[in-house]
């Protein structure tokens, strides 16, 4: 079980709720003479997301470690909140007098930032030691400056490790004092309750140029105790699959009862079988109803405890009820398609593939430890485990599950990938591939860490493949440093979630 630490992922909102909320909040924030409320949402970083043993920088004990110094991995967040700036916070042991390359001290730290889709230039801040309190004053962190982003939705970190230092508690405090935190202030909810109504009315709603994120009710919004969360719960490198679950509870729950519920099984797993957090990273009620389960599965690849040997790199979406002999309505069908679209699209995964899972091991699964398993990506939770679920009815779906979800929020670009994460110039060259969901012009950009374009190509078919040898058109070397490779297509009007992928060139 992963150790258990303070600082976990946290919402906490400081807001005075006036009588005039109701009128300003159908305004824009500026139309209003109170003082904005302020958003803060704190996200912890688990070291293993950071680990970048390209860079040589491990995890050991949940801190980063690096013999010679070194880079991270780059790792994107993307909050609850719409923020307007951002900071980086650690515990940190030595490193304080490293000095880097330009006669600066302390931990450099690169942010990006931007929406789901797409994050802007890096910019590169410091944390320096001397800026910290005296002891006894403040939590004990190191941190940078906060960096003002505007609006922003996600944020993408790199740490550089310095070769006498250990990182750990890594947090990123997210941060809007602009009222425009959207649906988690009185006024930005009023104000997009507004917006949807009137979409309603006038017909206003775009086409979805992606598989459409679907509305979920948050861990705040169906009540969870966050003092119940025993630790903080791991996080995988990468999502590689889908879990379909049913809890087996009975299907005789009321509307108003779903909430309950949720807050039944949260207590159960937590208190009564000792579990992190609620076993499930999401959960769908038997109407049509999303929730959010364990805690930051929305934007990471949390390690759920739903699928014995099989929760690293998966995704568990559990549907309330006992689906058994019950046919699940159309309502639990149709959220069940929505959310897979979404939550695979984000990946880049193709909901009719298969994907290679390690098995992990447990007495109630088919798999020895280190075995490798050949596995739909949108499987059913029997395919591994000693069980019956999702139930014969829900199992039977699957198949209609898979092919919807495939074709929710077209075009889709799959499977993007590269076959190296760093180059040397002159001497090695990088290859990037991908699968497109139909024959699409596709186009490939590479930007400097200035978001600037130094080489690019583009064609036509089902199949993106190109290497780029680290130079500019005319043959000259690009500097030493990392590049942000964008792989992005449409067909009409809708476009495809852009696969963005990161190559480090080294002189």
């Known amino acids: 079980m992963p150790t258990p630490h303070p600082h976990r992922r946290r919402v906490l909102f400081v807001a005075t709720v006036v009588a005039a909320a109701f009128t300003v909040g159908m305004l824009p924030p500026a139309f209003g003479d109170e003082t904005p409320p302020t958003a803060i949402e704190e996200i912890d970083v688990a070291a293993s997301t950071l680990a970048n043993p390209g860079q040589e920088v491990q995890a050991a004990g949940g801190t980063l470690r690096s013999e010679d110094g070194g880079w991270t991995r780059s790792h994107r967040v993307c909050g609850d909140i719409t923020f307007t700036s951002a900071a980086v916070a650690w515990r940190q042991s030595g490193g304080h007098d490293a000095e880097d390359d330009h006669g600066g ?300 979800a495939e074709r929710r929020g077209m075009p889709k670009i799959w499977k993007p990938r590269a076959n190296r994460d760093t180059i040397q110039v002159g001497a090695q060259t990088v290859s990037y591939q991908a699968r497109l969901s139909s024959s699409l012009l596709w186009k490939i950009k590479v930007r400097d860490e200035n978001g600037n374009i130094v080489r690019g190509t583009k064609a036509r078919g089902m199949r993106v493949r190109w290497t780029w040898n680290g130079r500019l058109g005319n043959g000259v070397p690009v500097p030493p440093g990392d590049y942000r490779v964008t792989i992005a297509t449409k067909k009409g009007s809708s476009r495809a979630r852009t696969a963005v992928l990161t190559t480090t060139v080294t002189a």
């Open 105 to 404: 001290h302390g931990v450099h730290v690169t942010m990006r930032w931007g929406d789901e889709d797409s994050l802007g230039p890096a910019f590169r801040t410091v944390a320096l030691a001397d800026e910290m309190p005296d002891p006894g004053e403040g939590d004990g962190f190191v941190a940078t400056p906060v960096v003002w982003t505007d609006e922003a939705r996600c944020l993408e970190v790199r740490l550089e490790v310095p070769d006498d230092a250990g990182l750990r508690n890594i947090e990123v405090t997210l941060i809007n004092a602009s009222g425009t935190a959207s649906r988690h202030t009185v006024l930005g909810s009023l104000a997009a309750g507004l917006r949807e109504a009137m979409g309603r009315i006038w017909g206003m709603e775009t086409a979805a140029a992606t598989a459409p994120k679907p509305k979920l009710i948050t861990r705040k919004g169906w009540g969870a105790n966050e003092s119940k969360r025993r630790c903080t719960p791991d996080t995988a490198p990468r999502l590689k699959m889908a879990f379909v679950h049913h809890t087996v509870n009975g299907n005789s729950y009321s509307r108003s009862q779903a909430d309950d519920l949720m807050r039944s099984i949260y207590a159960y797993h937590t208190d009564g079988r000792g579990y992190c957090d609620i076993a499930y990273n999401f959960l769908i009620d038997r109407f049509g109803r999303i929730y959010v389960g364990r805690r930051g599965s929305v934007s990471t690849a949390v390690v759920g405890g739903h699928a014995m040997g099989f929760n690293t790199g998966s995704t568990g979406v559990a549907v309330i009820g006992d689906f058994t002999s019950r046919t699940p309505p159309s309502s639990v069908m149709q959220a069940l398609k929505k959310l897979l679209a979404w939550r695979l699209d984000v990946e880049h995964l193709r909901p009719t593939g298969r994907t290679t899972m390690v098995s992990a091991g447990g007495s109630s699964q088919k798999y020895k430890k280190g075995q490798k398993v050949k596995l739909p990506i949108i499987s059913g939770h029997r395919q591994t485990g000693y069980t019956a679920c999702p139930g014969d009815r829900l199992w039977a779906r699957m198949g209609a599950i898979r092919t919807s």
